[in-house]
């Protein structure tokens, strides 16, 4: 169970770097 959450946590650390590179570049992919 607490290797799923590793990744979980893993996938969202990766997915907001994403969106600020994106909204570093420009293009406002996504606001909170």
């Known amino acids: ?3 799923i ?3 979980v946590y ?3 650390i990766f997915l907001s ?3 600020v ?3 570093i570049k ?3 992919f996504y606001h909170f």
Do not use: Q, R
């Open 26 to 28: 420009g293009k406002p």
């Open 21 to 23: 590179a994106t909204n």
């Open 10 to 12: 893993v996938i969202i």
């Open 1 to 3: 169970m607490t290797e």
């Open 17 to 19: 770097l994403f969106l």
């Open 5 to 7: 959450v590793k990744y």
